[in-house]
């Protein structure tokens, strides 16, 4: 992904400056650098949900060790009154 695009800008760079191409002939030109990048973009971000996903499975699964205090956090404290 990372290559793709860096190799879509130094084309970019020399069919704008060198050759001297219109603006539109480029981006068609660049189109499958494009798809590559946006292809790349879509197997991170799917990548990135199943990540969310198994975490939030464990989270669940686990739940009272997550969101409940140990009864030795709540030993030797005291009760304030306000």
């Known amino acids: 992904m990372g290559g793709a695009l860096a190799l879509a800008g130094l084309v ?5 400056r060198v050759a001297g191409m219109d603006f ?3 981006i068609n030109l660049l189109r499958p650098y494009m798809v590559v990048r946006a292809t ?5 971000t799917a990548g990135d949900l199943l ?10 699964k ?8 140990p ?3 709540l030993k030797n404290t005291k009760k ?3």
């Open 24 to 26: 539109m002939e480029v």
């Open 12 to 16: 970019q760079a020399y069919l704008w």
């Open 62 to 69: 686990e739940r009272r060790y997550f969101f409940l205090v």
């Open 51 to 60: 990540l969310v996903w198994n975490v939030l499975k464990l989270v669940w």
């Open 40 to 44: 790349g973009g879509m197997i991170f």
């Open 80 to 82: 304030i009154a306000l």
């Open 71 to 73: 009864n030795f956090f």
